[in-house]
């Protein structure tokens, strides 16, 4: 996200969508009662001298109040119109703004809180920019990842029968060097070794090790550039299952720490696996859900404090506000806290758990449990991290008036 000015003296910041993190983000910020400047097309009625009328499509910028937000491969912002810089756009009518990747938008809150500005900072964080990409393998299945800052989406799949080898099996020995040709195509069509931290190729040792030396000879065969500058960032790596466990087996590997130090989502795993452990070892010393949470700073002992992004926007305002508060005076106290996105399997976890956990200094029995006033049965199917966008709907059904 390019920042091209933070929050001014009027409330009011500005920046350009440049991927789907970004926008992504932008869905995060977004609060209803909020106001929204960008871009858009609007229906514009000329009357002629004559008395007839022409109705036109025009771009206009215009601002709104929002009332609703819809996020799907863009997000439609709902709201009525406040201000337009066309004087025959009327004001108080209904629109609907569509932000998409490359637009530019200026968005006014009255008041942004440490949540929101901890997103701002990170998404113009070009050190968290560039993709983690895992190929798991197993048998004839293959599919590439590509983890972001925000998400895990499946890019592509690849199947092939490959019939197991019986002594000498040159219908085996085929269709193995038609699955490797495929995954080369694949990787040649998807990635870009300058956009990515490293190309993880996950599965048993004898697959990763046979599909790694493929390439490399067919790159040599091929000249192909791409491929050979970037055989250095091609790393191997163990999996339990290839493809149904290989993206937390991938960013719960210890040994990937030096290569994987600048990936969000790897760090984030890690902050999870590290909760999960401690709970482990002792269930007095984690708390788990706000209430938990507020008892456990009244005596001083929250020593990391993980919060879905996903949790600020289902719970109520004031709640948020208390959220909000929260982490100000935790920071002041250089208490860790980590923001996980609700589009990983890290930020999943923590939605099951209540949106809201944290790692104490020392034990500490919380007897009354929360009763997971924010989510209930909040389960990682619900978000499609693996593939598509799902459609998140925020802010009541209006009627509007600009088609």
């Not at 902050?271 to 709970?279: G, H, P, R």
Request: charged content about 30%; overall charge negative; proline content about 1%.
């Amino acid at each position: 996200m390019k920042i091209i000015y933070e929050v001014n003296s009027d409330n009011v910041s500005k920046f350009e969508i440049e991927d789907e993190d970004d926008l992504f983000i932008f869905y995060q910020l977004l609060d209803l009662g909020c106001e929204v400047t960008g871009q858009t097309t609007r229906k514009v009625t000329q009357t002629a001298k004559t008395g007839s009328t022409v109705t036109n499509k025009v771009k206009v910028v215009i601002r709104i109040k929002v009332e609703r937000i819809e996020y799907g491969t863009t997000i439609a912002i709902s709201g009525l119109i406040l201000h337009c810089n066309n004087p025959k756009v009327q004001t108080g009518r209904y629109h609907t703004l569509h932000v998409a990747i490359g637009d530019t938008i200026s968005l006014y809150k009255a008041h942004w809180d440490e949540m929101d500005l901890t997103r701002m900072h990170e998404a113009a964080n070009e050190t968290f920019k560039s993709h983690l990409v895992i190929l798991g393998l197993d048998g004839g299945i293959a599919k590439l990842w590509f983890i972001s800052n925000t998400s895990v989406r499946e890019k592509e799949s690849i199947e092939v029968n490959i019939p197991k080898r019986k002594n000498i099996n040159f219908k085996h020995d085929t269709q193995t060097e038609k699955f490797y040709n495929q995954i080369y195509d694949m990787i040649v069509k998807n990635v870009n070794f300058d956009d990515i931290i490293a190309l993880v190729v996950a599965g048993n040792f004898t697959e990763r090790n046979a599909l790694i030396k493929s390439l490399i000879n067919t790159a040599k065969r091929m000249k192909n550039p791409q491929i050979q500058s970037g055989i250095e960032h091609i790393i191997p790596a163990s999996a339990t299952n290839g493809i149904l466990f290989v993206v937390r087996d991938v960013l719960s590997d210890p040994n990937l720490s030096n290569i994987l130090d600048d990936c969000k989502s790897y760090k984030d795993m890690n902050c999870i696996n590290k909760f999960n452990e401690t709970m482990l070892k002792s269930e007095h010393l984690v708390a788990i859900g706000y209430e938990d949470i507020i008892k456990a700073n009244e005596v001083n002992a929250l020593k990391e404090l993980y919060i879905a992004d996903e949790l600020t926007k289902i719970c109520t305002v004031e709640r948020r506000l208390e959220i909000s508060r929260l982490i100000e005076e935790l920071r002041q106290k250089n208490t860790s806290i980590r923001m996980l996105s609700s589009k990983t399997e890290a930020g999943c976890e923590v939605m099951r758990l209540g949106g809201i956990v944290a790692i104490l200094r020392y034990e500490l029995n919380l007897e009354d449990e929360d009763e997971g006033e924010f989510v209930e049965d909040y389960n990682s199917e619900d978000v499609d991290w693996f593939g598509t966008n799902v459609p998140q709907s925020i802010g009541d059904v209006i009627d509007v008036d600009d088609d």
